[in-house]
Nanobody
Framework: QVQLVESGGRLVQPGGSLRLSCTASGNIFSINVMGWYRQAPGKERELVAAVFSAGNTNYADSVKGRFTISRDNAKNSAYLQMNSLKPEDTAVYYC???????????????WGQGTQVTVSS
């Protein structure tokens, strides 16, 4: 199986910065896209940013210019650098990866357990 482990979430003041990390482990043949999602209380889970194996990226409009997603394919890891944080960025942040466990099976999505980010003074 495949496990995703996130880290880096904590309490930070408005305007501050955080860097989230996500590492995939287990039976991994290849990883297509890795993404960060977030879910605030009472809201649906939403895509924050995604990075494909070739390096191209997508961002939610609400985080463009403030957040940067990156990836280390050798480490099966993705990172989310979050700058100029706002109270509305408060949420549980989840890592997602589309993983192929063998060369003949399709990609399947896996989720991490989530890491809490709280932006408050």
């Amino acid at each position: 199986q495949v496990q995703l482990v996130e880290s880096g979430g904590r309490l930070v003041q408005p305007g501050g910065s955080l860097r989230l990390s996500c590492t995939a482990s287990g039976n991994i043949f290849s990883i297509n896209v890795m993404g960060w999602y977030r879910q605030a209380p009472g809201k649906e889970r939403e895509l924050v940013a995604a990075v494909f194996s070739a390096g191209n990226t997508n961002y939610a409009d609400s985080v463009k210019g403030r957040f940067t997603i990156s990836r280390d394919n050798a480490k099966n890891s993705a990172y989310l650098q979050m700058n100029s944080l706002k109270p509305e960025d408060t949420a549980v942040y989840y890592c997602n990866a589309e993983v192929r466990t063998t060369g003949w099976l399709p990609f399947r999505g896996y989720w991490g357990q989530g890491t809490q980010v709280t932006v408050s003074s």
